[in-house]
């Protein structure tokens, strides 16, 4: 039962290009979705995140976008840069049913920046 | 300004051997969580906790997995009698309250022979 689906494995953009990472959710209790940035043998970091009362928060380079009608939320990268090169993951959570620190996660997109 | 800690990075047991996975939050964090990731899969919550208080274990398997964080010291995560399926990076994170962003630590890369 994938609520959380991230539905490229990989995505492959050059340096100075924009770099859109997508994310579907079925469970139309959430309404808080982050992104998590991860290099291998870390541990995953976070980016940005927006709440279902916005359907855009921005913080310098990374935006997100939620269009809750389609249960669909993007990640915007612009201008890419070769260490932006990650498995992005994208989480959900609800704090309406009272969970909110429960985290569910998508499988993740493997984004690759090319110099 | 120490992160999340856990050690060890990498651990391997042998099938019916003890796991234990250990946590340190960052300083401060008084809220831990455990997630696991399955190869090709994304992270799975398992359990919340406060000190010395269980809040959510409602991802966590029901025989052979437990977790507590102590008044004084790590949180633990305790495996019994490992199986094959439970070789995972296992991940610890923490926050200041529950509902503040989680920082993640680096996991625990559990291999199961």
């Known amino acids: 039962d994938q609520q959380v689906k991230q539905n490229s494995p990989s995505l492959s953009v050059q340096e100075g290009r924009i770099s859109i990472l997508n994310c579907d959710y079925t469970?139309?209790?959430?309404?808080?979705f982050l992104w998590y940035k991860k290099y291998p043998a870390e541990g995953p970091t976070f980016l940005i995140s927006?709440?279902?009362?916005?359907d855009k928060n921005e913080d310098g380079r990374f935006t997100v976008f939620l269009n809750k009608s389609a249960k669909h939320l993007s990640l915007h990268i612009v201008p890419s840069q070769p260490g932006d090169s990650a498995v992005y993951f994208c989480?959900?959570?609800?704090?309406?049913?009272?969970?909110?620190?429960?985290?569910?996660f998508g499988k993740g997109t493997l984004l690759t920046v090319n110099p | 300004n120490a992160g999340v800690m856990q050690n060890p990075r990498h651990l391997v047991r042998r099938r019916g051997q003890e796991a234990r996975l250990r946590c340190s939050p960052v300083?401060?964090?008084?809220?831990v969580y455990w997630y696991r990731q399955l190869p090709e899969e994304g992270l799975k919550f398992m359990v919340y906790?406060?000190?010395?208080?269980?809040?959510?274990e409602s991802g966590m398997p029901k025989e052979r997995f437990s977790a507590e964080f102590p008044k004084e010291g790590p949180s633990i995560l305790r495996i019994q009698q490992v199986v094959r399926g439970d070789s995972a990076a296992y991940f610890c994170?923490?926050?200041?309250?529950?509902?503040?962003?989680?920082?993640f630590g680096p996991g625990t890369r559990l291999t199961v022979l």
């Open positions: 994170a923490s926050s200041s309250g529950n509902t503040d962003t989680q920082y």
């Open positions: 469970n139309s209790m959430f309404d808080y």
């Open positions: 927006i709440s279902s009362i916005k």
């Open positions: 989480a959900a959570s609800s704090y309406s049913g009272g969970s909110n620190y429960k985290l569910t």
């Open positions: 300083k401060g964090h008084s809220h």
């Open positions: 906790l406060q000190k010395e208080n269980i809040i959510d």
